[in-house]
C-alpha cells in the first residue's frame, strides 16, 4: 500500500509539493509533533531554523518507523515556524523538502508566535500509512 500524490492540472503546476495524497483503507498514522529535541530533552541547533529543522526531522523518521511507516508513506505534513521572517520559513521548508526527496506530499507551512519548548523554532506533524505496520510493544 502507498500513498497516491494528486496533482491537479487546473491549479498552479510550479508548487514544489502535491496538492492531495489519497490512500486505499489502511492503518493510519497520525504523528505528534516531531520536536528538535536530542535525547535528553535539549533543543539541538540553538537558533539555527535549519539544524532544528533537522534535528525535528530526524525525531519525525524515528517515530514514523516505530508506528511501521517511513517518509514515502506520508500523507501530508505542517511545518511549524516560529518566526514572522518568511526566510527563516523557507529555510525550515527547505530542510523538509530535501529529506522527503521525490515524495513530495501535500504540506502547510505556517509561522506561529511561539512552539511549546523553551527556544524551539520548529515543529513537524505528519500523517502517515502504516504500510509496514508491526505490533507495537508499547
Known amino acids: 500500500m502507498t500513498a497516491q500524490l494528486i496533482r491537479a492540472d487546473e491549479l498552479h503546476v510550479g508548487v514544489p509539493y502535491a496538492y492531495a495524497s489519497i490512500a486505499q483503507p489502511a492503518a493510519l498514522v497520525f504523528t505528534a509533533g516531531a520536536c528538535p529535541l536530542d535525547k535528553d530533552g535539549k533543543i539541538v541547533g540553538g537558533r539555527d531554523v535549519r ?6 526531522v530526524a525525531n ?3 517515530a514514523l518507523s ?3 511507516a517511513e ?3 506520508v500523507l501530508k505534513t505542517t511545518i511549524f515556524v516560529a518566526s514572522s521572517a518568511r526566510s527563516d520559513l523557507v529555510a525550515a521548508w527547505d530542510v523538509v523538502r530535501a529529506a522527503f526527496g521525490d515524495h513530495d506530499a501535500p504540506s502547510t507551512l505556517l509561522g506561529v508566535a511561539a512552539l511549546g519548548y523553551k527556544g524551539q523554532l520548529v515543529e513537524i506533524e505528519a500523517i502517515a500509512i502504516a504500510a509496514h505496520h508491526r505490533s507495537a510493544s508499547r
Do not use: C, M, R
Not at 539544524?51 to 525535528?56: L, T
Open 60 to 62: 519525525l523518521v524515528v
Open 71 to 73: 517518509l514515502t508513506d
Open 51 to 56: 539544524a532544528q529543522a533537522g534535528q525535528a
Open 66 to 68: 516505530a508506528a511501521g
